[in-house]
C-alpha cells in the first residue's frame, strides 16, 4: 500500500506548490509509510531470504528496491493509461494471488517432506537475478493500484515521486527488519501473505466493481490486525549452559 493512495494526505498536497511545504511533510510521510508498507514489506522480506546467504540477501534487496523505484517512477509516467486500462490491475492482482499460493505451497510441501520418510532434499537457494527480479516486479505490483489513485486525485508529479522515493526508502530498511523478523515470530510470514491476498483481492474487487468504496482505513485495519497476529508469539530464545566442572 503506498501513503499516497491516501485522499486526506492528497488535500495537503494539493496545497504544498514549494519543496519547503514538502519538507514540512516528511516526517509525517515516513511514519504513515513504515506502518502501511508493511504488507509489501514482508512478501519482499520473504522473497529476499529465499537466498539462504545473509550477504547475498542484503545485495538482492538493495538491487531488487533500486529497480522497483525506477519501475514506481515509469508507472507515474504512464498512471493515466493504468487509469484506462483496468486490466493492468487485474494482472498485478493475479500476480499477487500467484505469490500467495505458491508461498503456501511451498510451506506445505516442505510440511510433508518432514514428515515423511523419505525426505526431500535442501531446496536449492534462489539465484541472485531471479530474486531482484521478483523484489521489483512484486512491488510494481503492490504500488499500481496506489500510484494510480495518487495521479487521479492529484497532478502534482513531483509530490507524487518524492512519495514513491520515501517509499522506498521505508520499503527497504522494513523489509531488511522483517527478514530478521521472520526467523524470530513462526506466525509473521503467514500473516504477511495473509495480508498479500487481502491486497489482491481488494484489486480485483476494485477491477470488478470500480464505482465500490473501498475505505483506505478499512485496509490499514486489517493489514494491522494480521501483523498482530503475527507477531503474537515469538520463538523462544535458546539458552546455553556452561559446561559442569567436576
Known sequence: MDI??????????????????????????????????????????A??????DPAQERLS??????????????????AQWVLQHLWVQLVAAIYLMWLVF???????????????????????PRSMVRTVIL???????????SVAAAVAISDQVILIVTGAVIGI??????????IRWLDEYPRLETAGFLAVAFVALRLILHVV????????WFTLIVVL??????????????VIEPPHVG
Not at 498536497?13 to 514538502?22: K, L, P, T
Not at 534487496?61 to 504512464?78: D, E
Not at 520418510?117 to 536449492?124: A, H, I, P, S, V
Not at 523484489?135 to 493500484?145: E, G, K, R, W, Y
Open 4 to 45: 499516497t493512495a491516501l485522499p486526506s494526505l492528497s488535500d495537503l498536497y494539493e496545497g504544498a506548490d514549494q519543496w519547503r511545504e514538502v519538507v514540512s511533510l516528511l516526517p509525517v510521510l515516513v511514519l504513515l509509510e513504515v506502518v502501511l508498507s508493511a504488507d509489501n514489506a514482508v512478501a519482499l522480506a
Open 169 to 178: 526508502v521505508a520499503l527497504r530498511f522494513t523489509s531488511g527488519l522483517f
Open 135 to 145: 523484489l521489483a516486479f512484486t512491488d510494481l505490483a503492490f504500488s499500481i493500484d
Open 209 to 216: 466493481l470500480p464505482l465500490l468504496n473501498q475505505p483506505d
Open 102 to 124: 505458491d508461498h503456501f505451497w511451498q510451506k506445505n510441501k516442505v510440511v510433508l517432506s518432514e514428515n515423511s520418510e523419505d525426505k526431500l532434499t535442501d531446496k536449492l
Open 225 to 238: 490486525f494480521f501483523f498482530s497476529w503475527g507477531l503474537s508469539i515469538k520463538k523462544p530464545v535458546a
Open 47 to 52: 522473497i529476499a531470504r529465499g537466498g539462504n
Open 61 to 78: 534487496l538493495n538491487i531488487g528496491i533500486s529497480l522497483a523505484l525506477v519501475l514506481r517512477i515509469g508507472l507515474i509516467v504512464v
